[in-house]
């Protein structure tokens, strides 16, 4: 899968989440302060990331900012994406079950390696819920 992934800051899990990406069998597509090319504020490296999902270039995305808000907020403004700050497993197999979320925001303050990898692994085991209500709520995001 390939999956945009975006950080304004090389701290915390910020390189370890493309590491662990490869590893998994992943292309990540770095952007941000990941790339030495791009312009690395949060609002604008979460926005590149999330328009490449809603643009088709990248499956899903992971963005990260200090606290993650910044970067969740930031790639939410792109129509078609359903980004989910997630600080834990549970909340990230929730975001893909119940929301179909497609981009994963990241605190890269909160996040220690071993969360990182947890988060990873609840979020690519889930899949969207086929409840009737839910993919009611899913759907109803596009008309907001």
Same mark, same amino acid.
Request: hydrophobic content about 45%; glycine content about 6%; proline content about 3%.
């Given at each position: 899968?390939?999956?945009?992934?975006?950080?304004?800051?090389?701290?915390?899990?910020?390189?370890?989440?493309?590491?662990?990406?490869?590893? $998994?069998?992943?292309?990540?597509?770095?952007?941000?302060?990941? &790339?030495?090319?791009?312009?690395?504020?949060?609002?604008?490296?979460?926005?590149?990331?999330?328009? &490449?999902?809603?643009?088709?270039?990248?499956?899903? !995305?992971?963005?990260?900012?200090?606290?993650?808000?910044?970067?969740?907020?930031?790639?939410?403004?792109?129509?078609?994406?359903? !980004? !989910?700050?997630?600080?834990?497993?549970?909340?990230? $197999?929730?975001? $893909?079950?119940?929301? +179909?979320?497609?981009?994963?925001?990241? %605190?890269? $303050?909160?996040? %220690?390696?071993?969360?990182?990898?947890?988060?990873?692994?609840?979020?690519?085991?889930?899949?969207?819920? +086929?409840?009737?209500?839910?993919?009611?709520?899913?759907?109803?995001?596009?008309?907001?």
């Amino acid at each position: 899968m390939r999956i945009a992934v975006a950080a304004d800051e090389r701290v915390g899990v910020a390189e370890a989440i493309i590491e662990e990406l490869r590893a $998994r069998g992943h292309e990540p597509l770095p952007h941000g302060a990941l &790339d030495d090319d791009e312009r690395d504020d949060w609002a604008w490296a979460s926005e590149t990331a999330a328009r &490449d999902v809603a643009e088709g270039r990248a499956d899903q !995305a992971i963005v990260a900012c200090w606290t993650g808000t910044g970067a969740s907020i930031a790639a939410n403004k792109v129509t078609g994406v359903r !980004a !989910a700050l997630c600080v834990d497993a549970e909340t990230a $197999r929730g975001a $893909r079950r119940w929301n +179909d979320a497609n981009v994963l925001a990241l %605190s890269l $303050r909160l996040t %220690s390696t071993p969360q990182l990898t947890e988060i990873l692994d609840a979020w690519f085991a889930g899949t969207p819920s +086929d409840d009737a209500a839910d993919q009611a709520n899913i759907a109803h995001l596009a008309d907001i």
